[in-house]
């Protein structure tokens, strides 16, 4: 079945370093992938999607690139800040964004100033 | 942006009781709305799938009869869980889904979640 595996956290860092969460997934159609945010105490918020490979979700100086060949949407940041201390969850959808969800364990960021 | 709201934040209730959590897309019609129940340090896993005037798809491992789904309307759509017991408590998070003038697809938005506690 679709699976999603992400990095195990939880992942601390200093402010301005350099964020990798890594991300792969196994799919039997073509999915969309999507990466989530859940601040302290929030609902989740969609942070970037890419619906094909080769796309780039991009938001807030947050990436991810769709990659076919590795089956990765690892989540990348150049220089973190306090307030992105969060949950990050991938998550992939076979039928588009509004079909059901399959998401990864989530993965806990501190940033420290 | 689009907005999901749920209520009630937080119920604390006692065991063998019903509760009901409301979730609702404030200004777009979501065709599908999706409940999940969230456990401590864990991913969300999805419960039931629920389309405006039909039955909810519910997953495997599921007990439809103890976790009533209803989506009486496009904006609306209500969990029951009844004769709850202590090891019902976790979070529930809704989503709903439609396209809306910003997302320009089909994309689900979260509620913010509701902690039940059964005592």
């Known amino acids: 079945g679709d699976s999603v595996t992400q990095m195990e956290g939880p992942v601390t860092l200093s402010e301005e370093a350099f964020l990798t969460i890594n991300c792969t997934y196994t799919?039997?159609?073509?999915?969309?992938l999507f990466w989530y945010v859940q601040y302290p105490g929030e609902g989740l918020q969609l942070l970037l999607k890419?619906?094909?490979?080769?796309d780039k979700g991009s938001n807030k100086g947050f990436e991810a690139t769709y990659r076919k060949e590795t089956t990765s949407f690892h989540l990348e940041k150049g220089s973190v800040q306090v307030s992105d201390s969060a949950v990050y969850f991938c998550?992939?959808?076979?039928?588009?964004?509004?079909?059901?969800?399959?998401f990864g364990k989530g993965t806990k960021l501190t940033v420290n100033p | 942006g689009a907005v999901v709201s749920q209520h009630p934040s937080w119920v604390i209730c006692k065991s063998g009781t019903s509760v009901k959590i409301e979730c609702r897309s404030l200004d777009f019609q979501a065709t599908t709305m999706f409940w999940y129940r969230q456990f401590p340090k864990q991913s969300l896993m999805l419960m039931a799938t629920s389309n405006e005037g039909s039955k909810a798809t519910y997953e495997q491992g599921v007990e439809k009869d103890k976790f009533l789904i209803n989506h009486a309307s496009l904006t609306l759509s209500t969990l029951t869980v009844t004769s709850a017991h202590p090891e019902d408590s976790s979070f529930y998070i809704c989503?709903?889904?439609?396209?809306?003038?910003?997302?320009?697809?089909?994309?689900?938005?979260f509620g913010p979640g509701t902690r039940l506690t059964v005592l």
């Open positions: 998550a992939l959808s076979v039928q588009g964004g509004s079909e059901k969800l399959v």
């Open positions: 799919a039997t159609g073509y999915p969309s």
């Open positions: 989503s709903a889904g439609g396209s809306t003038a910003t997302s320009g697809a089909d994309t689900q938005y």
């Open positions: 890419a619906t094909k490979a080769d």
